[in-house]
């Protein structure tokens, strides 16, 4: 893909700031990085081995059709041209919205690398999910083709890699690869060894890039040619409001030019080996501050990175590290405790009650009742981040339900 399609220059991009009403959201002091009639485009990066530069900011695309057209073509003048939705996402809207546009603006689909997925992972499932996202987003391949939210590599076996194979052969997806917000270092790890996986988007954000099992999980899959691209990088948001650290990373940032959120951003871009980070990006204003973050050159300094890993370690047990696996070998029941957390999050941090609580009424009736009873002792010995796992999950099935 490339990047000759842009033709917003800095002027005109403050003066739709100005028009937004964005302006007080976005770090105007550092857009000098760019020349004054410089086009505003995001950067780019290879995508592992597939050959494709990717944007280093991607499209998170949970909308609206009626509501969306217009920003997606203002993400495609600023080179924010790889999407990202799944066939789930707004129950099958968001790939329609992204059909809407492409029916409109055909010739766009060769600038937008196009990513969605499908939770089945059988190959019935998966090409039915497939017919049905091409027959959505009107068109005839997709660029990279995701097992949706897998939690372990077992979950892709001989018969997905065939599939993948034969929907590569046969043109209709370009790269096959999954998401994960589960166990995300042992997935990777397991996908390095597999020799078919092209691309991975995984939770990776500053409070968790820094462990030495991802590293080392994001070392393989860059050895192993597996692009990677970020979700979930805002870190579960504010999850503490009386740290006296995050004043002072507050102040360090202001005096930037950067918001906490474009700060965020920026850790995850500073490590080289991440292709792009997928941002849900629902309006203008939060579209045009991703941006403007990615068009900065100012890199965050030593001290700044220093700063966001103590604030991790001091609010470390108000975010879940989606380490299921050791929790919930813990305890007696079914409970998806890394899965309510993360429901807990959308609802507490993002604000989406109705994402959190749709996601959590698909939980089966019995689990949902079930994990009011459960002794959640072991599990939060086993914690490492002793999070108070009991009475989040009372507090889940309270706010959720
Ligand atoms: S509750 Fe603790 S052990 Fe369970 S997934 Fe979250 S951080 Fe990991």
């Known amino acids: ?19 937004t009403g964005a302006a007080s959201a976005l770090p105007f002091k550092n857009l000098p990085a760019l020349a004054s009639d410089e086009a505003v485009v995001v950067p780019t990066r290879p995508f592992g081995k597939t050959g494709i530069e990717v944007p280093i900011l991607g499209f998170g695309t949970s909308l609206h059709a009626a509501f969306s057209q217009l920003l997606l073509r203002q993400a495609v003048t600023w080179g924010v041209t790889y999407w990202d939705t799944a066939n789930t996402y707004m129950g099958g809207n968001s790939e329609k919205a992204v059909g809407k546009y492409f029916a409109k603006y055909p010739e766009d689909r060769k600038k937008v690398f196009l990513v969605t997925k499908s939770h089945a992972w059988n190959a019935d499932g998966l090409t039915r999910d497939l017919n049905l996202s091409l027959e959505r987003m009107q068109t005839d391949y997709i660029d990279l083709y995701f097992a949706h939210g897998i939690w372990g590599i077992d979950k892709l076996d001989a018969q997905t890699k065939r599939w993948a194979q034969k929907a590569k052969t046969e043109g209709r997806i370009r790269f096959f690869g999954f998401s994960t917000h589960s166990n995300m270092a042992e997935c990777l790890l397991g996908a390095a060894g597999l020799g078919w996986i092209d691309g991975i988007m995984m939770t990776y954000n500053y409070r968790l890039m820094h462990s030495d099992e991802m590293r080392r999980a994001v070392d393989a899959c860059v050895r192993a040619g ?5 979700m979930k990088t805002q870190g579960g948001g504010q999850v503490q409001i009386d740290s006296a650290t995050e004043l002072e990373l507050a102040g360090r940032f202001l005096q930037k030019g950067f918001t906490d959120g474009q700060a965020k951003l920026k850790a995850v871009w500073q490590n080289p080996q991440i292709a792009s980070i997928c941002s849900e990006m629902p309006n203008t204003t939060l579209l045009m501050s991703n941006v403007a973050a ?15 890993r103590k604030y991790a370690q001091e609010t470390r047990s108000n975010y879940c590290a989606g380490c299921n696996h050791i929790c919930e070998s813990a305890v007696a029941g079914e409970v998806a405790i890394g899965d309510v957390m993360r429901y807990l999050m959308y609802a507490r941090s993002y604000g989406d009650h109705k994402k959190a609580s749709d996601h959590f009424k698909k939980i089966p009736q019995k689990i949902r009742k079930q994990m009011l009873h459960l002794d959640y002792a072991a599990a ?14 009372r507090e889940a099935a309270e706010e959720l339900s």
């Open 1 to 19: 893909m490339t990047r000759k399609y842009s033709g917003f220059t800095r002027r005109a991009f403050l003066k739709a700031a100005c028009a």
């Open 226 to 230: 597996i692009g990677l691209t970020a």
């Open 294 to 308: 990615a068009v900065n050159k100012i890199h965050l300094s030593a001290r700044d990175r220093q700063l966001m």
């Open 380 to 393: 939060e010995r086993k914690c490492p981040r002793k999070m108070a796992i009991g009475k989040l999950m």
